[in-house]
């Protein structure tokens, strides 16, 4: 081998070894890159979980009831109206009083008192109302205690702290402790969550109010969206002409896509409400706006989805004598669904995260009742989550976080179910 042969393997080498190492430095960068997000991603959710699992248990108190008629229906009457009049906040206050009959004092009795949440009393009202005949009676009931006491059961206030560094001062700490040596004081599933609206009072809050709007916003959206994009999807792939008309139009669907969301809240506040006149606050309001927000990413998924079918599959039906409609409903649309239905539930996932465009159209409100339908006022799963998190109460952080907790298990089981589906459905050519 002469010299300039070895040279220039000498300089190959070289060159294949700069190669190398730079794939190789691509690939752990790449490696890093990947690990970093995966990190980030973890951290994240490692901070939600740890914030809010503790909401899904909350303490309950054990109180001996004594149900007397004396003070929930001194005339024997049980009618509705005569029931709801009884004094059932003092009926469970004098049951935690025989609790602890040393505390005597007006001012201590009441301190004692505050221990059990408002909404015992509702409980207790509830219990007698579903049942009179339990009037007269004795019952142990499990009673939501208070915000307070929850959070010194949970660990969240620091009982080393000097008295007046804390809102719970050192006689009710000795009363809870009390209540736990006795088994009064424990910690249960927190159905209030899942069963109650919006409420005040962290104990009481719930989020099925939220849970219930955000449904009815993604039924009138889905019934609105999906079948609109398809047809527009359809139409432009299919049927529309190639002009400059054609042109402009996808122009504005692809610029729809990255409009930011805040614009369809205000699209929506000025057409549907202030000019439609249609309720305020309301998940037809929202699905409404919802529907123009998720059209743009429906029609360009749907369309994706129908080009992608291969042209033979077109060709071979028109050969074969179908019609043009024939072609696109019983060949073209059943192959391309599977594409379809995953853009659309990607689209309906990113419309039930959405909370810029529904404070717009006052979908930020208080709301307690639970929504029965479309038309009433209501608050969304997002939104609930904004207004607990602007809420002072320390107790409201872990319902917070619970919250985030659901509606992005919510959101991974609708990116889930796209995934499952296409798996399921996908065919390759």
Partial sequence: MNEDSRTARQLMEAGLRRRYRR???????????????????????????ASGYKAFVQSQVALDVYLDPARISPTGATDADTLALGDYSGLVKQSLYELFPEVSGRRDRRALGQLVSVGASYQLQNLVASNPDVIGETRRLWVPASADVDMVMKGNIDRSLPEESRPVDDREL????????????????????????????????????????????????????????????????????????????????????????????????????????????????GGLVLSLMTLPVIIIAARASIKAVPPSIKEAALGLG?????????????????????????????????????????????????????????????????????????????RTSAAIIVLLGFLLLMNLTAVLLRRRFERSW
Avoid: C, H
């Avoid at 691509?26 to 890093?32: A, C, E, H, S």
């Avoid at 970093?36 to 991603?41: C, E, K, M, P």
């Fill in 23 to 49: 794939e190789r430095r691509f690939r752990v960068l790449g490696m890093l890159a990947v690990s970093v997000g995966l990190t980030f991603l973890v951290l994240f959710f490692a901070s939600i979980v």
């Fill in 322 to 398: 179908a019609s043009k409609m024939q072609m696109v409903f019983q060949q073209v649309l059943p192959l391309a669904l599977p594409g379809i239905l995953t853009g659309t539930i990607i689209g309906m996932a990113r419309a039930l995260g959405e909370t810029a465009p529904l404070l717009m159209i006052g979908m930020v409100a208080f709301i307690v009742d639970i929504p029965q339908g479309p038309l009433e006022p209501s608050a969304a799963l997002p939104v609930q989550v904004y207004l607990w998190a602007d809420s002072p109460e320390r107790a409201f952080v872990e």
């Fill in 174 to 285: 000795a009363w809870i402790d009390q209540l736990i040596g006795s088994g009064r004081l424990q910690f249960q599933f927190n159905k209030a969550l899942f069963m109650n609206g919006d409420s005040r009072d962290p104990e009481l809050a719930g989020i099925r109010g939220a849970l219930m709007g955000s449904f009815y916003m993604l039924l009138v959206t889905m019934a609105l969206a999906f079948p609109v994009g398809v047809a527009a999807a359809i139409y432009l792939e299919e049927f529309a002409p190639r002009n400059r008309w054609t042109d402009l139009i996808e122009v504005n669907i692809n610029n729809l896509a990255a409009v930011p969301s805040i614009v369809f809240g205000l699209l929506g506040l000025a057409v549907f409400i202030n000019w439609a006149a249609l309720p305020r606050s309301s998940p037809l309001v």
